[in-house]
Nanobody
């Protein structure tokens, strides 16, 4: 199952963006969802996570600035990013631990294609 991430772009230092992640035609209500990012020359890192019950976790570097949320009715997960910094520049990926597929089974470890966030100083 392919996730579709969108909402990236170019923003100035201190600006805001909201990323969205959707699985077309699939429900995400039972999925634990995560946003990762990968900056040039660096390893992919976990930014934020939300479980099916709505509990959230954040990397220390984004606590107080980023908010992950979900709208199960829209099968969409969001990452609201405020007070962006140049060091937040990266490709952002959404991930689902599992997504229900036809027949009642699950596809595990599903990824989106990534959306580029560039923060200029």
């Amino acid at each position: 199952v392919q996730l579709q991430a969108s909402g990236g772009g170019l923003v100035q230092d201190g600006g805001s963006l909201r990323l969205s992640c959707v699985a077309s035609g699939r429900t995400l209500s039972r999925s634990a969802m995560r946003w990762y990012r990968q900056a040039p020359g660096k390893q992919r890192e976990l930014v934020a996570a939300i479980n099916s019950g709505g509990s959230t976790n954040y990397a220390d570097s984004v606590k107080g600035r980023f908010t992950i949320s979900r709208d199960n009715a829209k099968n969409t997960v969001y990452l609201q990013m405020n007070r962006l910094k140049p060091e937040d520049t990266a490709v952002y990926y959404c991930n689902a631990d599992k997504i229900m597929v036809e027949g009642g089974g699950y596809e595990h470890d599903c990824w989106g294609q990534g959306t580029l966030v560039t923060v200029s100083s």
